[in-house]
Nanobody, 120 residues
């Protein structure tokens, strides 16, 4: 089993910043692609940004220039720096990862989500 635990969500004013973290634990051999998704009330879950094990990124147009993804492969941890936050960024943010176990099996895993609320 693998666990993905997000942290760093909260309430922030428009124009503010937050930094989300996603820590993976368990019998992990390696992690391929990782990504941040979000789901706003009444909307479908959408990709915010993905990152490969080599650091290649793919941002949604709505967050380009404002959000920055990074990962620390040695710590099996991923981060999302969110700047210039807007009310429309309000959502539950989920961490996702393609995990390779030490027994040779692989799994796509999700975290439990962390709520980001952008409001004055």
């Amino acid at each position: 089993q693998v666990q993905l635990v997000e942290s760093g969500g909260g309430l922030v004013q428009p124009g503010g910043s937050l930094r989300l973290s996603c820590a993976a634990s368990g019998r992990i051999f390696s992690i391929n692609a990782m990504g941040w998704y979000r789901q706003a009330p009444g909307k479908e879950r959408e990709l915010v940004v993905g990152i490969t094990s080599g650091g290649r990124t793919n941002y949604a147009d709505s967050v380009k220039g404002r959000f920055t993804i990074s990962r620390d492969n040695a710590k099996n941890t991923m981060y999302l720096q969110m700047n210039s936050l807007k009310p429309e960024d309000t959502a539950v943010y989920y961490c996702n990862a393609d995990v390779n176990y030490d027994n040779g099996r692989s799994l796509n895993a999700w975290g439990q989500g962390t709520l980001v609320t952008v409001s004055s």
